[in-house]
């Protein structure tokens, strides 16, 4: 069975730092067709993809949050960090994981869809 | 970077309607598109890949189409089950969503 579980702080204060983990089980980090995305829900709003990670470790980001997020992992840990910098109250959010595993494929690209997702964990950012 | 809009933002619809969303991007993607169902206090639901095709375990319902910079998500008869918001994606980006609720 796959699951991701997110688990960090669930409460944060103005210009501080989050990290979150994402531990992952029944797939491997390392997988050729895996990768896992961090997503958030502000209350009320739509979903916004934050940062993607490949099992050959390359990364991406949202670009309008990239100078203030990292994404990494740690393949013998099953586990994908994810640090935020700068925390203001508008980033008050439910973050949650998502396993990204290769669908589709062309000859030209591979076609990735987040096909489970964790709980997620609620972070408020507040003095 | 791509920009992903969706229309209508939100609909009222009736169990047995049809019902059809829009996605459009703003430059063209082929058929690199994918379909989330989202219901308040779950996770998201993975429904649809490569813009027509259907993820494992969804029902024959909802079916996907379109190429290039619009696409389309169809229910062909609403169930109960099937109000919740709506999602297409595009790698990183997100819509806005779709609401789709009781009338």
């Known amino acids: 069975q796959v699951t991701l579980k997110e688990s960090g702080p669930v409460l944060v204060k103005p210009t501080e730092t989050l990290t979150l983990t994402c531990t992952v089980s029944?797939?491997?980090?390392?997988?050729?067709?895996?990768?896992v995305s961090w997503i958030r829900q502000p209350p009320g709003k739509a979903l916004e993809w934050l940062a993607q990670?490949?099992?050959?470790?390359?990364?991406s980001y949202n670009s309008s949050l990239k100078r203030r997020l990292t994404i990494s992992k740690d393949a013998s840990k099953s586990q994908v960090v994810l640090t935020m910098t700068e925390m203001d109250p508008v980033d008050t959010a439910t973050y949650s994981c998502?396993?990204?595993?290769?669908?589709?494929?062309?000859?030209?690209?591979?076609?990735?869809?987040?096909?489970?997702w964790g709980q997620g964990t609620t972070v408020t950012v507040s003095s | 970077d791509i920009q992903m809009t969706q229309s209508p933002a939100s609909l009222s619809a009736s169990v047995g309607d049809r019902v059809t969303i829009t996605c459009r991007a703003s430059?063209?993607?082929?058929?690199?598109l994918n379909w989330y169902q989202h219901k308040p206090g779950r996770v998201p639901t993975f429904l649809i890949y490569?813009?027509?095709r259907l993820q494992r375990g969804v029902p024959s319902r909802f079916s996907g189409g379109g190429s290039g910079t619009d696409f389309t998500l169809t229910i062909s008869s609403l169930q109960p089950e099937d109000f919740a918001t709506y999602y297409c994606?595009?790698?990183?980006?997100f819509g806005p969503g779709t609401r789709v609720d009781i009338k």
């Open positions: 490569a813009a027509s």
């Open positions: 990670i490949f099992s050959n470790g390359d990364t």
């Open positions: 998502a396993r990204m595993r290769v669908v589709f494929a062309t000859r030209a690209t591979y076609y990735y869809g987040m096909d489970v």
């Open positions: 994606q595009h790698r990183g980006t």
């Open positions: 029944g797939f491997s980090l390392s997988d050729p067709a895996m990768g």
């Open positions: 430059q063209t993607i082929d058929n690199n």
